[in-house]
């Protein structure tokens, strides 16, 4: 069973650039959740999606980033005219469909995104 | 809200010697708890939790850990390490009543030397 996806796993991207961040979950999961982690510091977490819902988004930034799970395909961090404060290591999580009580969160290895 | 602080950054240890590795939370309502470790170029991967109950924790490769709820704290040790023990470890927390929203520690890098 394959495990979470990232990709890409590195991303360098100009001021003002899109950055486009997708994650595909472990198989048979359908909640996703996106974490950053800034230099020295540990993961924050950003946003909990199902298919087609936003559940919590009360960690992402209110500007220029946005996230969506769609019905096919992977999830998808976007984050429009990059700065630099965004270089950071973006993780995704899945869990399964009904997730329990302190339910484990399956993480992929990240994308390092890094704002020039 | 819950932080969480990881004492040590970088622990270095030798092969089959302990290792404690310290963290602790601060937090005004009950939390639940959780060790990850992450190996180089992969991804985050459950050690044990603690939800309720045992304040000692069993988990995977010989770790475990010990809430103790007057220190705040939930320290993870090993008897014997391995060089294969050689990762980043990451201590969490989160709310029972968001227990999805996870916060982490800084991470605490061990390296084991033979």
């Known amino acids: 069973n394959a495990g979470v996806m990232q990709n890409p796993r590195h991303l360098v991207r100009r001021r003002g650039q899109e950055a486009r961040l997708r994650c595909s979950p472990m198989?048979?999961?359908?909640?996703v959740y996106w974490y950053r982690q800034l230099p020295e510091e540990g993961l924050k977490f950003m946003v909990y999606?199902?298919?087609?819902?936003?559940?919590?988004e009360s960690g992402m930034p209110k500007e220029r980033f946005s996230a969506e799970f769609p019905k096919e395909g992977p999830s998808i961090l976007r984050i429009q005219q990059v700065v630099r404060g965004d270089s950071a290591a973006y993780f995704c999580?899945?869990?399964?469909?009904?997730?329990?009580?302190?339910?484990?969160?399956?993480f992929g290895p990240g994308t390092r995104l890094t704002v020039l | 809200a819950q932080s969480v602080t990881q004492l040590d950054s970088q622990v270095p240890v030798f092969e089959e010697a302990p290792v404690e590795l310290r963290c602790n939370y601060s937090?005004?309502?009950?939390?639940?708890l959780f060790w990850y470790v992450q190996y180089p170029n992969q991804g985050l991967q459950l050690l044990l939790k603690?939800?309720?109950?045992?304040?000692l924790v069993k988990g995977i490769n010989g770790f475990e850990a010990e809430f103790n709820k007057s220190q705040t704290s939930f320290h993870l040790r090993k008897p014997s390490v391995h060089i294969s023990d050689t990762a980043e470890y990451f201590c969490?927390?989160?709310?029972?009543?968001?227990?999805?929203?996870?916060?982490f520690g800084a991470g605490t890098t061990v390296t084991v030397r033979a």
């Open positions: 969490a927390v989160s709310d029972p009543s968001a227990d999805y929203k996870l916060s």
């Open positions: 937090s005004s309502v009950s939390v639940y």
């Open positions: 603690y939800l309720s109950g045992s304040t």
């Open positions: 999580a899945s869990s399964p469909p009904s997730p329990g009580v302190g339910d484990t969160q399956y």
């Open positions: 999606l199902q298919k087609e819902n936003i559940i919590d």
């Open positions: 198989k048979g999961h359908s909640h």
